[in-house]
């Protein structure tokens, strides 16, 4: 087991938000909302905690804290996040089409995404750009 206590709180917070997100889709479906993330700190011009903590974007900080969440890190899949997390600048942001929004296509449109058409679907996440 890797220890998490030397991370920053800037990469806890942006591999919590990609596990959060895209655990369960793969190493691909967890690069891309990498990208989503570095591709809305890109063009709000905000750092990727900003983008990740800004109210209503990504639900899993609904009402939660960081400490509400470490838990995640220590998921087989943490050790990936975490360094998708470290070089969040560096992801491709082409991977999502620079996608700078997505949703899980288990759920209901969206109103955002009403007459969108996405960029990319990768795994059970469909990508647009807006």
Known sequence: THNNAQLTRETKIIAIT???EARGEGQGGMY???AVI???AFERKRTPTEVCLKKWQFSCWNGKQLKDLE???KVPQ???AIALAKNIKLLSRDFVGYANHYHNNKIKLPYW???????KTIGNHI???L
């Open 113 to 119: 995404a009403k007459g969108q058409k996405p960029v």
């Open 38 to 40: 570095a591709q809305r």
């Open 32 to 34: 891309a909302v990498g």
């Open 71 to 73: 838990y995640l890190l």
């Open 127 to 129: 990508f647009y750009k």
């Open 78 to 80: 943490g050790k990936y």
């Open 18 to 20: 990609i596990l959060a």
